[in-house]
């Protein structure tokens, strides 16, 4: 049986495959926080999720990702990715998640470093 985070990293990646609202907002709790950088103001809520993720959606198709989790333990979850775009570049990706008992994110942060292509 996948452990709750290995469940968690694959339902994300099959909502980034079809980009459907539905999949995405299920990701996450209504207060939830998504943060595409570290450093930048998270999206706060299911709805503002949805929509920063519909708006800056990869099309299915353009990317591949590999991943494998580094660390999980009572909902805290460290995940370690590569993203591939044949047409662009390569990252690493490192994701921090944070899932409540329900196995739904309150919060999520990425970082991502380039590689060369």
């Not at 921090?96 to 470093?113: C, K, N, S």
Request: net charge negative; aromatic share 14%; no cysteine.
């Amino acid at each position: 049986m996948a452990s709750a985070g290995a469940e968690w990293v694959a339902n994300y990646v099959a909502a980034w495959e079809s980009n459907d609202p539905e999949q995405i907002g299920a990701l996450f709790t209504d207060d939830a926080a998504y943060l595409p950088n570290p450093d930048d103001e998270p999206r706060r809520g299911r709805d503002a999720i949805v929509a920063g993720w519909l708006e800056d959606r990869d099309e299915p198709g353009t990317w591949s990702f590999d991943w494998k989790i580094l660390h999980e333990d009572e909902g805290f979850v460290v995940v370690q990715g590569r993203t591939e775009y044949p047409a662009e570049k390569d990252y690493l990706n490192l994701w921090i998640v944070r899932l409540d008992p329900d196995g739904r994110a309150t919060e999520f942060t990425e970082w991502y470093m380039p590689r060369p292509h």
